[in-house]
T-cell receptor, first 117, second 114 residues
Framework: GAVVSQHPSRVICKSGTSVKIECRSL??????MFWYRQFPKQSLMLMAT?????????EQGVEKDKFLINHASLTLSTLTVTSAHPEDSSFYIC?????????????FGPGTRLTVL | GNSVTQMEGPVTLSEEAFLTINCTYT??????LFWYVQYPGEGLQLLLK?????DKGSNKGFEATYRKETTSFHLEKGSVQVSDSAVYFC?????????????FGTGTQLKVEL
């Protein structure tokens, strides 16, 4: 089946630093990638949708200058948390869709646990 | 707007017990409905789906039927195993206007004991 990887799986950083999380589709081309945030015992919250070669579309309330998303190729999207603060600590999950926006299943990565000290 | 409501967990069952995890939704029109499962330390995996009313999705012994009249998509399994221990998420995707976006419920943790 379709496999999506994320790197790193865990990261701890100091407040004020920036952290980059990578999401890769390993065996298929991902025309669309999604970034989610998951709080303990809560649902996945969609942060943004990115299409290869174009700017990401952010959900309401998500700061695009703080959460920079790049989808430079059909197999890689990155999320950069800039000037991270403790309230940014969370579990970040990406997913990828491989047949266009309206038709296909999302395949999820294993997630990245970010802890900001 | 669209929303999904799941029963709160954790749900703890003995092996071979019958499982039901309730899921109801609010959406305009006829969304597609999904159940995803997240095993410890892993990403979400699609378990089953249904795209229209009265459809039944099934996989690995799990079933869920799309009930338009009750706006529900309850997950059932006749005999659970320890290996079914995981977090289960109900989700919907709108028919139109939402792209491929998914709206998730809060997840229900299932613990199966010997």
């Amino acid at each position: 089946g379709a496999v999506v990887s994320q790197h790193p799986s865990r990261v701890i950083c100091k407040s004020g630093t920036s952290v980059k999380i990578e999401c890769r589709s390993l065996d298929f081309q991902a025309t669309t990638m999604f970034w989610y945030r998951q709080f303990p015992k809560q649902s996945l919250m969609l942060m943004a949708t990115s299409n290869e070669g174009s700017k990401a579309t952010y959900e309401q309330g998500v700061e695009k200058d703080k959460f920079l998303i790049n989808h430079a190729s059909l197999t890689l999207s990155t999320l950069t948390v800039t000037s991270a603060h403790p309230e940014d600590s969370s579990f970040y999950i990406c997913s990828a869709s491989n047949r266009g926006v309206n038709t296909d299943t999302q395949y999820f990565g294993p997630g990245t646990r970010l802890t900001v000290l | 707007g669209n929303s999904v409501t799941q029963m709160e967990g954790p749900v703890t069952l003995s092996e071979e017990a019958f499982l039901t995890i309730n899921c109801t939704y609010t959406a305009t029109g006829y969304p597609s409905l999904f159940w995803y499962v997240q095993y410890p330390g892993e990403g979400l995996q699609l378990l089953l789906k249904a795209t229209k009313a009265d459809d039944k999705g099934s996989n690995k012994g799990f079933e869920a039927t799309y009930r338009k009249e009750t706006t529900s998509f309850h997950l059932e399994k006749g005999s659970v195993q320890v290996s079914d221990s995981a977090v289960y998420f109900c989700a919907l995707r709108p028919l139109t206007g939402g792209g491929n976006k998914l709206t998730f419920g809060t997840g229900t943790q299932l613990k199966v004991e010997l």
